[in-house]
């Protein structure tokens, strides 16, 4: 593995180069963030999928250093949007503007321009906001006066929810959700994750200053061109694809929800199993990789029953008895 404390990372081609890379930041970004392996997990996944994350979890767990954090250790330009109930599309996007020196209009680009795009609190924005985010994440790019902008690459949208707190919010329609690659949770520290937590701020650890705290690069942009290629070459067989197929299948037939998953679910299903078990050494999934992922890659892209919530019943506890129920291949 490369020596997380090199300043940077040499560009490489190299797949098994690359994996040593992405692996190292665990190492850099829990400089600065404690206790949130599988966040940071699922963050890399989407990124080899070039797919987008929504983080969900209460107030003060470290989603924002979180992104900050592998930003920094992955050599990408990112940017921040608060996103509040009078934010308007252009203030995302970008705009035309009047160049009165020129006399023509010139287009500013919007912070939706970057690699790593932190969309902080996402549901404070009315839908009109909301859905101006629909195209950059599909398409990859901006239409502004009828002129497509691309948008760089890598590319990944990192939206941040509170779970607890509904009051002035505006639930994500599910045409959006459906664009997030993986919802991830993020829990509250155990306890000795928190000491630790407190123990660095004891010492003088200061969140806005990540340089201070160590965090260097460790991945660039080649090596993550490197590893997607890598997992697209892993080896999926026709076992695997009709497991992944019924299990979304299963949702659809499920008492509790009036929604299953759709085709794009089974698509992003057999995406993230494929990029989990490249990260884990192998070249070729198997059914344990569609059970690693298949939580964070469909619990927003199922709708359950008003009845069935009443009754206690999560999103996720559907997606486990789904899992134990369908028969897993040899």
């Given at each position: 593995m490369m020596d997380p404390t090199t300043d940077n990372a040499a560009p490489t081609g190299d797949p098994a180069a690359a994996r040593a890379a992405l692996e190292a930041l665990r190492a850099e970004i829990a400089k600065a963030v404690v206790g949130q392996d599988p966040a940071v997990t699922g963050l890399v996944v989407a990124l080899l999928c070039r797919g987008h994350v929504l983080l969900e979890g209460v107030p003060g767990v470290a989603?924002?250093?979180?992104?900050?954090?592998l930003a920094a250790a992955l050599e990408l330009d990112t940017k921040r949007v608060q996103f509040?109930?009078?934010?308007?599309?252009?203030?995302?996007?970008?705009?035309?503007?009047y160049d009165a020196r020129t006399a023509e209009f010139s287009f500013q680009p919007g912070p939706v321009f970057t690699n790593l795009l932190l969309a902080d609190e996402i549901n404070r924005t009315p839908p009109k906001t909301q859905s101006s985010l629909l195209e950059a994440m599909e398409e990859r790019q901006v239409t502004v006066d009828g002129t497509p902008r691309a948008l760089p690459d890598p590319f990944l949208v990192a939206?941040?929810?509170n779970p607890v707190e509904y009051e002035g919010t505006y639930p994500l329609p599910e045409a959006q959700l459906d664009r997030f690659l993986l919802k991830l949770t993020i829990p509250l520290p155990s306890r000795q994750d928190e000491i630790d937590v407190l123990t660095r701020h004891a010492e003088g650890f200061d969140p806005r200053d990540l340089r201070a705290a160590g965090v260097r690069p460790v991945a660039t942009a080649a090596d993550l061109e490197a590893a997607r290629r890598a997992v697209a070459a892993t080896t999926v067989s026709p076992e695997i694809t009709a497991y992944v197929v019924d299990i979304c299948r299963a949702t659809r037939e499920s008492p509790s929800l009036t929604l299953g998953v759709s085709p794009r679910g089974a698509t992003a299903l057999l995406a993230t199993a494929r990029a989990w078990a490249w990260?884990?050494?192998?070249?070729?999934?198997?059914?344990?990789?569609?059970?690693?992922?298949?939580?964070?890659?469909?619990?927003?892209?199922?709708?359950?029953?008003p009845e069935a919530e009443?009754?206690?019943?999560?999103?996720?506890?559907?997606?486990t008895a789904v899992l134990s129920h369908v028969p897993v291949p040899r």
């Amino acid at each position: 593995m490369m020596d997380p404390t090199t300043d940077n990372a040499a560009p490489t081609g190299d797949p098994a180069a690359a994996r040593a890379a992405l692996e190292a930041l665990r190492a850099e970004i829990a400089k600065a963030v404690v206790g949130q392996d599988p966040a940071v997990t699922g963050l890399v996944v989407a990124l080899l999928c070039r797919g987008h994350v929504l983080l969900e979890g209460v107030p003060g767990v470290a989603k924002t250093l979180l992104i900050r954090s592998l930003a920094a250790a992955l050599e990408l330009d990112t940017k921040r949007v608060q996103f509040t109930p009078d934010l308007m599309p252009s203030d995302v996007t970008g705009s035309l503007v009047y160049d009165a020196r020129t006399a023509e209009f010139s287009f500013q680009p919007g912070p939706v321009f970057t690699n790593l795009l932190l969309a902080d609190e996402i549901n404070r924005t009315p839908p009109k906001t909301q859905s101006s985010l629909l195209e950059a994440m599909e398409e990859r790019q901006v239409t502004v006066d009828g002129t497509p902008r691309a948008l760089p690459d890598p590319f990944l949208v990192a939206a941040t929810q509170n779970p607890v707190e509904y009051e002035g919010t505006y639930p994500l329609p599910e045409a959006q959700l459906d664009r997030f690659l993986l919802k991830l949770t993020i829990p509250l520290p155990s306890r000795q994750d928190e000491i630790d937590v407190l123990t660095r701020h004891a010492e003088g650890f200061d969140p806005r200053d990540l340089r201070a705290a160590g965090v260097r690069p460790v991945a660039t942009a080649a090596d993550l061109e490197a590893a997607r290629r890598a997992v697209a070459a892993t080896t999926v067989s026709p076992e695997i694809t009709a497991y992944v197929v019924d299990i979304c299948r299963a949702t659809r037939e499920s008492p509790s929800l009036t929604l299953g998953v759709s085709p794009r679910g089974a698509t992003a299903l057999l995406a993230t199993a494929r990029a989990w078990a490249w990260l884990t050494g192998r070249d070729y999934v198997i059914p344990d990789d569609v059970k690693a992922l298949a939580l964070p890659t469909l619990r927003h892209r199922i709708q359950l029953r008003p009845e069935a919530e009443m009754e206690g019943v999560t999103a996720d506890s559907v997606i486990t008895a789904v899992l134990s129920h369908v028969p897993v291949p040899r």
